[in-house]
């Protein structure tokens, strides 16, 4: 059986509202002098369709970074037509391919459009084997197609979110209806063609955009089992700042994942280089790798991040050699981070780190 994140699709809106500004200003740096004559530089706003994207991508880096095979990811861009930026292909789960897709997208424009052109062709998608689906045998009772849909969009209010979960359903209805219709035999025209998989459950997380300061009458809604439990609906309100960490948080459950709070990083100032200070650097990875952890701690502290303290062994204590048990891939959660990075290349440069719990 094939599990909800093996396959995720992205559906992101490219209507013309996603081109106004989120009223979340840029930071960046400006020079500290003050002369005179100084006049401030007016503030620099992201739109809601940057936000979107980069909310996106950073949950891909996650995923792809955890998951170097086996959880897909595809990405549709919706406006006037459905744009697909990747298939279930291997050699197209990577950033490269989806930032090279959004580039030839290009920004928001002028005209009509909306999300349901997107949302259809998401479920089409969803129907769509994988590599690892298609290498299994034809009527195999173990083969459940499953997967998630992230829709990210701005509607006018809980109707309209109504609809569109309505409209999903009945898409996912009509396609299992084609998808369960008896083939013809096969013909050497036809051999190419990939036949649509039923789909047994799709988990629909419906993220609705609004800027900073624009009200909005659409209100979360927890999740709701729709068609008999063939589709499960789920609706976040979120600010267009909040999107990126939203999407972090998302993550964790959707792949079994959570944090470790690496604390006590000893690193050089980055203005001041004859000092250091301690850093501290949140890591994310599979939550099995919590089970020793975990045990005695209270439902409470098991939803916070663990903490491990920075340790410098001496002399022969040092290295990783008698380290045994399982082994877990990590990544930050912050990549752009200075502490992040400072870690991520302490260890690329084959450097050990050795990790104790606070007492």
């Known amino acids: 059986m094939f599990s909800t994140n093996h396959k995720t699709i992205f559906v992101l809106d490219h209507t013309p509202y996603f081109g106004i500004s989120s009223d979340y200003p840029i930071d960046f740096d400006t020079s500290k002098s003050r002369g005179p004559g100084y006049v401030p530089l007016p503030p620099v706003f992201k739109s809601l369709w940057t936000c979107s994207v980069e909310a996106a991508v950073?949950?891909?880096?996650?995923?792809?970074?955890l998951f170097p095979e086996g959880?897909?990811?595809?990405?549709?861009?919706?406006?006037?037509?459905?744009?697909?930026?990747?298939?279930?292909?291997?050699?197209?789960?990577?950033?490269?391919?989806?930032?090279?897709?959004?580039?030839?997208v290009g920004p928001v424009r002028r005209g009509a459009g909306g999300d349901v052109v997107g949302l259809v062709a998401a479920i089409?998608?969803?129907?769509?084997?994988?590599?690892?689906?298609?290498?299994?045998?034809?009527?195999?009772?173990?083969?459940?197609?499953?997967?998630?849909?992230?829709?990210?969009?701005?509607?006018?209010?809980?109707?309209?979110?109504r609809s569109l979960a309505g409209i999903a359903?009945?898409?996912?209805?009509?396609?299992?209806?084609?998808?369960?219709?008896?083939?013809?035999?096969?013909?050497?025209?036809?051999?190419?063609?990939?036949?649509?998989?039923?789909?047994?459950?799709?988990?629909?997380?419906?993220?609705?955009?609004?800027?900073?300061?624009?009200?909005?009458?659409?209100?979360?809604q927890p999740m709701t089992e729709m068609g008999g439990g063939i589709m499960g609906v789920e609706v976040i309100v979120s600010r267009a700042s909040a999107l990126a960490n939203l999407l972090g948080r998302l993550v964790l459950p959707h792949y079994r994942l959570a944090t470790t709070t690496v604390t006590g990083i000893p690193m050089k100032e980055e203005q001041n280089a004859s000092s250091s200070a301690n850093y501290d650097v949140e890591i994310i990875h599979s939550l099995d790798a919590h089970a020793g952890l975990r045990a005695s701690q209270t439902a409470a502290e098991a939803a916070e991040s663990v903490v491990l303290r920075w340790w410098t062994p001496r002399g022969a204590e040092g290295g990783a050699g008698g380290c045994t048990g399982p082994l877990w891939r990590v990544t930050p959660a912050d990549v752009a981070s200075r502490p992040s990075a400072c870690l991520v290349n302490f260890?690329?440069?084959?450097?050990?780190?050795?990790?104790?719990?606070?007492?």
């Open 58 to 65: 950073e949950y891909c880096r996650i995923v792809w970074d």
């Open 71 to 104: 959880k897909l990811v595809r990405f549709v861009v919706s406006d006037s037509a459905a744009h697909i930026l990747n298939t279930w292909a291997t050699t197209q789960q990577n950033l490269t391919h989806i930032l090279n897709g959004l580039c030839l």
């Open 124 to 161: 089409e998608a969803l129907a769509e084997p994988s590599t690892s689906q298609s290498a299994r045998p034809a009527g195999d009772r173990l083969l459940q197609n499953r997967g998630r849909i992230i829709c990210i969009t701005s509607a006018r209010d809980d109707d309209s979110i």
């Open 169 to 220: 359903l009945n898409t996912i209805i009509q396609q299992n209806k084609k998808a369960s219709q008896a083939q013809p035999p096969a013909s050497p025209e036809s051999s190419t063609t990939t036949q649509s998989l039923v789909i047994h459950y799709c988990h629909l997380v419906i993220i609705n955009v609004a800027p900073e300061k624009a009200d909005t009458r659409v209100t979360n």
């Open 347 to 359: 260890l690329l440069n084959g450097r050990s780190v050795t990790l104790e719990v606070p007492r």
